[in-house]
């Protein structure tokens, strides 16, 4: 059965912390996606990744990098968290198009709880 | 139906009643649809997708209906169960540009509650 794996269910952390959210997934696909997802707000794409080494800001990455070394993890960073960047975020991937019939269905991951106290 | 907003649109039904989700989208130049079901605690499931040159497309229970003229997209569910409580989210994306990922819209989601 396909996966991604998001390290960590539940984190919580202070604020001016440094985090890493890890996401692997084992399917081989080339685009790996971040989001946060807040009541009201729906998904949000914070940043993405086509290719390693690759990314490109989503529509909220103030805050945020991210890292692609391999083409089966992306990692999310808070270099700073904050109280406002409690929230639920969720790893996905999907093939490139034209890989495949589906490529642009991502598959998610479980998702991490982050709370910043 | 989806809205923005600080309130998820809500649908309750009877188990074994037929539901409908009802969703808005934006871009005309969307291609391509999916209809992704969460529930509480999980990650958006693939449900059913259809593509802008179908107006129909059926699964295992469900139906996804495209109405390109009025942006309208919905998802019928035959016989709803209790297991078929979540939420329900479109997205639309917009394949146009060239790039391996096109451009992905999600709906704010709608929550389905089965009642036994």
């Known amino acids: 059965d396909v996966k991604v794996t998001q390290s960590s269910r539940y984190l919580v952390k202070r604020t001016g912390e440094k985090v890493f959210l890890e996401c692997v997934q084992d399917m081989d696909h080339e685009n790996m996606f971040w989001y946060r997802q807040d009541p009201g707000l729906g998904l949000r794409l914070i940043y993405f990744?086509?290719?390693?080494?690759?990314?490109e800001k989503g529509d909220i990455p103030e805050g945020y990098s991210v890292s692609r070394e391999k083409k089966e993890r992306f990692s999310l960073i808070l270099e700073s968290a904050s109280t406002n960047q409690t929230s639920m975020y969720l790893c996905a991937s999907s093939f490139a198009q034209g890989k495949s019939s589906g490529a642009n269905v991502l598959t998610f991951g479980a998702g991490s709880r982050l709370t910043v106290l | 139906g989806e809205s923005v907003g600080l309130h998820l649109p809500t649908l309750s039904v009877q188990e074994g009643d037929n539901s409908i989700i009802n969703c808005a989208y934006s871009n005309s130049a969307s291609d391509y649809f999916i209809w992704y079901k969460q529930e509480s605690g999980k990650g958006p499931q693939f449900i059913i997708d259809?593509?802008?040159?179908?107006d129909k497309r059926q699964g295992q229970r469900v139906t996804v209906l495209l109405n390109k003229t009025v942006k309208h997209l919905s998802l019928q569910i035959a016989a709803t169960q209790p297991g078929d409580s979540a939420v329900y989210f479109c997205a639309e994306i917009d394949n146009a540009g060239g790039t391996s990922y096109g451009k992905l819209t999600f709906g704010q989601g709608t929550i389905l509650t089965v009642h036994p």
């Open positions: 990744s086509y290719d390693v080494k690759m990314k």
């Open positions: 259809i593509r802008s040159n179908m």
